[in-house]
């Protein structure tokens, strides 16, 4: 809170020269050329995103470095997404960096983001979901089919966000699936969150059935959405 504060105080100078003082002066502390960064990202001109593209190039703290990536994403310039692009597709680039990139391209989605988020989707390990997340926030129309193909991941938590991201479709398909996990006693509780989901959309009386024959289920959470 007292970082972000400053960082807004740090705005309203909208000097970037002073910010460029400012974040010399303060070499030797991380938290405080994080709110200098911070500020810096909030002015959006040229010259602020030319200083957040060597801040990020030549500091060696993760966090002033992703500060930056996040002062980028607001200024959105060709370089600046260009950038986040470079960063979030390199496998080699720090996880957290990555993550940072990948939530500044797509948050509000551009469509540089959109061909980076199928991508990470489709590579192992962790950040995949941050590449579905991601496309969690382009419309339906543009990925309805990667979601389709979602709901055989062996990921359960990738299954979940497909089938709720595909809920709208009310699709007797879908609702099929819905209802056979939630009956399934050894199914997988994220699969199950996501199938109430799916049938509360689609409501109905087929719906309400299902819901009351789990009622009793020991998962609290489970009991908690059924509710």
């Not at 006693?185 to 199950?192: F, I, R, S, T």
């Amino acid at each position: 809170m007292l970082a972000l504060c400053l960082a807004v105080l740090l705005a309203q100078d909208a000097d970037i020269d002073s910010f460029k003082a400012r974040y010399e002066a303060a070499k030797d502390k991380a938290a405080d050329r994080v709110a200098i960064i911070t500020g810096a990202g909030l002015l959006k001109t040229d010259s602020a995103g030319s200083f957040l593209l060597q801040v990020f190039d030549q500091d060696k703290d993760s966090a002033v470095r992703a500060a930056a990536l996040k002062g980028l994403g607001d200024w959105r310039s060709p370089a600046a997404l260009q950038k986040l692009v470079t960063v979030a597709g390199d496998p080699a680039q720090q996880f957290t960096l990555r993550a940072t990139a990948i939530e500044a391209l797509t948050e509000p989605p551009t469509p540089e983001g959109f061909g980076i988020a199928k991508g990470i989707a489709k590579e192992k390990g962790e950040i995949r979901i941050h590449g579905w997340q991601a496309l969690r926030r382009y419309p339906l129309k543009e990925t309805e089919a990667l979601w389709r193909s979602s709901l055989t991941d062996t990921d359960p938590l990738i299954q979940s966000m497909g089938m709720m991201a595909l809920a709208p479709l009310k699709e007797v398909k879908l609702q099929d699936i819905a209802r056979q996990a939630l009956v399934d006693p050894n199914g997988e509780p994220l699969v199950k969150y996501a199938s109430v989901t799916v049938l509360q959309t689609a409501g109905g009386a087929a719906s309400a059935r299902v819901f009351i024959t789990v009622a009793n289920t020991p998962d609290p959470t489970l009991r908690r959405l059924l509710s």
